[in-house]
Every structure is written in C-alpha cells, then in structure tokens.
C-alpha cells in the first residue's frame, strides 16, 4: 500500500471513525456513494487532505470523481501535487 493510501487509510479509521474493519477497507472500497462517510467527514476528510499532502480542492473538485476511494484518492492527490 502505498504512503498515501496507508495515510489516508489511517486517517479514515482513527480520527473518521469509520464504521469498518481495517481488512474491510480496501483500495476500491466505496466511501462516499455507500455512505460510510457523509458531507461533514467529507469536508474534514478533504481539509486533512489539503493540509498533509500540501494540495488544494477547488469546489467541483469535492466529488465522488475524487474521494469515493482510496484508489481515486490517491489518484488525485498525485495529480494536484
């Protein structure tokens, strides 16, 4: 697993408290459109993301396009850095 997935994969469990088991959270386990996380733990998910990646959203960037993985999450933070 890569840094990125490996932190965001931290991140997500510990400070999100989602509600999965570490094995069950997987590189293309569905966040967003399953609901594991909502609105709120996803602005607080992108302003982790903002700060420990040095990366900045712009607001149509906030999307299922960018954060329903940690695949598509790693995806895009590699490509804003």
Do not use: G
């Not at 408290?17 to 966040?31: C, I, R, S």
């Amino acid at each position: 697993m890569s840094e990125i997935k490996s932190s965001v994969k931290t991140y997500l469990l510990e400070e999100l408290n989602l509600p999965v088991k570490a094995e069950e959270l997987n590189d293309d386990t569905p966040l967003l459109s399953s609901r594991l996380i909502d609105s709120i733990s996803a602005l607080l998910l992108v302003e982790y993301l903002e700060k420990e990646f040095k990366i900045e959203f712009q607001p149509h960037e906030v999307n299922n396009d960018n954060l329903d993985s940690l695949q598509l999450i790693e995806q895009f933070v590699q490509s804003k850095q």
